[in-house]
């Protein structure tokens, strides 16, 4: 049986103190992400989904309604939509078209007599392109007069709170001294990356959620980029749609960083400048421009009332009952051509944030001094980590992608000098010998089945509604024989490590599994220190789901100094393992997941999630 050795691996964030648990941070290095991309991606995808509704309970009269996809064109981004087919198990008494008021293009079919099943096919090809060369935006802000289709998306609504007295006073701190809308938009784009930690599914998904907890899922995200910038007089229109999970690189001088998104439903926003129209942004990741790998259906004030593709209504008896809903997407990629390259910047969010190269001239003038912006509130569970006082240095505004040219002509100044390295213990509180540890990425939704998952109907009466939801699978195939990951976490007290868990789901195969604990050298996986005991393969559930499978150490053998490390899946046999992820770096720094292909020992590859794993072990 051939023997492989995999790595996969996660940053570390403590997690909980309850008891004799501690919760403590990691306190990684903290470096601007701001990536400049420029090149092209060219796809023609086959996209088909299969929806299966059971209506078991259902008595009566039942509808299904789609918004058929349109041909689209942006700044950065092009949608063109061909041989548009649905197809249903049994026919449909009737169908009905309309068009709504935001533009969608509606389908209803409605069942006189729903039978037990019904089966609907949605499927079309899209040729999507995404072209990132460098933009030229002139438009002013404060913004000046708007009108026609722009104007109707600077209301509020029930989910996007724009004129909340916090978010008035939040988008008033991020955009004061900024001249062009690009800079304006950019400064909130920044904040939401950075204080907005990814959750699937979310308590709620309005604005002031993300606002005052500081997590959220797409829906949140795009809530909140929309209300702070309608506060502050920008255009924001909802959009929903579908994320393909095919991946792409962009080549850094470092290396390359892999991107990938969840195969399902997703939310994003379209912003409008009055120079360039409606540019698209993924309010988690990107910036003036959205992969090809998105597929856009339906847009909306927020997603409340982008609710038609996808939606289910029935007249029933009881009301506590309901039929059960399940989607099959695919996507098959006839022609795939990407060609991206990136430079990263010295300024920007913490989080990694990709935009095109963006020129923003407005006359100068003398410059605004800058509010200081505050960070998301934190939770009262989690306590924060004492920093010492220190006086403010005044630094100029800054404004993004304006031309040098455009600038007054400053005096040069001498490089900056680096700020001593801080010792990362010696902020965290003290820790009793034998006390407990955990360290890790670890709000998953554990043991949810992606594919009949559903959020309760709404409604009145006998008539319910149930419409789309969100929650996407985003997990990684880890046993392939071609691709090994490695993810790094920090240890911030001296501790004998006990354990390590990752959220993994088993779709079939045997084997022997394994972790290796590694060594930091530079950034990247180093020296292996112990290996972990055996785990058998079949151990692990093939229920739907993702939840803990653990790995033990001796604690002999891990003794572990405070500092950063990486860790490793190793496998034996033919497992077909997936194990879970998070958009985003919501515990470690933007190049602390890595891969290698096989056969190359460099780590050179980054990638843009971070898996779910804990640590757990005992103070020393």
Known sequence: ????????????????????????????????????????????????????????????????????????????????????????????????????????????????????????????????????????SDAPFPMQSINGEPAEYLAGSEQVQKDDARIVALAATLTTGADTEFEAVQRISEWVVDNVRYVNPSERHD??????????????????????????????????????????????????????????????????????????????????????????????????????????????????????????????????????AGQEEQSGPRQRLMRPEVHSEVAV????????????????ARPTEPKPEQKPTPQPVTKPGVRPQQQPSPKPSPKPTPEPARNATALLPKVPTGSQLVYGNLEFPENVDFATYAEAPTGTGNVLTLTRNFMVETAEYVTTHLRQYAQTFEVTHPMALRDISLALHRYGGEGMLWLDLMRDAGGKPGDLIATSEFVPVDSISLRPGYRWASFAFASSEAQLAPGRYWIGLGYTGDPILNWYYTYGKPVGPPDGTRFRDALVSDWGGALNYEFNYRIRGTAR
């Open 1 to 136: 049986m051939p023997h492989h050795r995999f790595a996969t691996f996660r940053p570390a964030l403590l997690a909980l103190l309850a008891g004799s648990v501690l919760l403590a941070y990691a306190a990684l290095p903290v470096r601007a992400a701001t990536m400049v991309v420029r090149g092209s991606m060219d796809s023609l995808i086959d996209f088909s989904m299969e929806k299966t509704i059971q209506s078991a309970d259902v008595t009566n009269t039942f509808y299904l309604s789609f918004v058929e996809p349109k041909t689209s064109q942006s700044p950065t981004f092009g949608q063109e939509v061909r041989d548009f087919r649905l197809a249903f198990d049994p026919t449909p008494n009737n169908r009905k078209t309309y068009t709504d008021k935001r533009g969608n293009e509606v389908l209803e079919f409605r069942w006189d007599k729903p039978p037990r099943t019904i089966k609907a096919q949605v499927s079309f090809k899209a040729a999507n392109t995404t072209t990132l060369h460098t933009l030229q």
């Open 207 to 340: 604005a002031l959620y993300s606002l005052e907890s500081g997590k959220g899922n797409c829906q949140n995200y795009s809530h909140l980029a929309a209300a702070l910038m309608r506060a502050s007089g920008i255009p924001v229109r909802i959009v929903n749609g579908f994320t393909l999970d095919e991946p792409f690189d962009v080549t850094l001088i470092s290396g390359v960083v892999r991107s990938r998104m969840g195969l399902g439903r997703h939310s994003w926003i379209e912003v409008w400048f009055p120079d360039l129209g409606w540019a698209p942004f993924n309010p988690q990741n990107t910036a003036m421009f959205v992969a090809n790998r998105f597929i856009r259906v339906e847009v909306g004030l927020d997603n409340k009332e982008t609710v038609s593709d996808g939606k289910i209504r029935w007249v029933v008896g009881d009301r506590s009952r309901r039929p059960s809903v399940q989607e099959n997407i695919t996507s098959d990629f006839g022609r795939d051509t990407v060609s991206l």
């Open 365 to 380: 003038r003398t410059p605004t001094p800058v509010k200081p912006v505050p960070a998301a509130p934190t939770p009262a």
